[in-house]
């Protein structure tokens, strides 16, 4: 099991910019591949993207490539996504989530292993 924080969330106008954080415990960290989700009101929670155990690939969702950029810095136990060009469908909870691998790719809820508590991102108009 690794715990996952995530923090970074808030509300912004619509063409700015957030970065998430997302904090994991030590243990297994770099055995693992950690993706972004997000849910919004009355919706299925939908994938965003994932970033391969070592850092070195990323898989990006088609709905958000281009603006969504995900990194991690595997020695302070911590993943990143960069959201820009933010639109208002962006509006959502964002969670972060952790499942053993090590390649990045699309991955189903099913799938994931380990799931922070979520950061709301609130995109105004």
Avoid: H
């Amino acid at each position: 099991q690794v715990q996952l924080v995530e923090s970074g969330g808030g509300l912004v106008q619509a063409g700015g910019s957030l970065r998430l954080s997302c904090a994991t415990s030590a243990r297994a960290f770099n055995d693992y591949v950690i993706a972004w989700f997000r849910q919004a009101p009355g919706r299925e929670r939908e994938f965003v993207a994932s970033i391969s155990s070592s850092g070195d690939s990323t898989y990006v969702d088609d709905s958000v490539t281009g603006r969504f950029a995900v990194s991690r810095d595997n020695a302070k136990n911590t993943m990143y996504l960069q959201m820009n060009y933010l639109k208002p469908e962006d509006t959502a909870v964002y969670y972060c989530a952790g499942v053993r691998g090590a390649e990045a790719t699309y991955l189903y809820t099913s799938w994931i292993e380990n799931w922070g508590q979520g950061t709301q991102v609130t995109v105004a108009s």
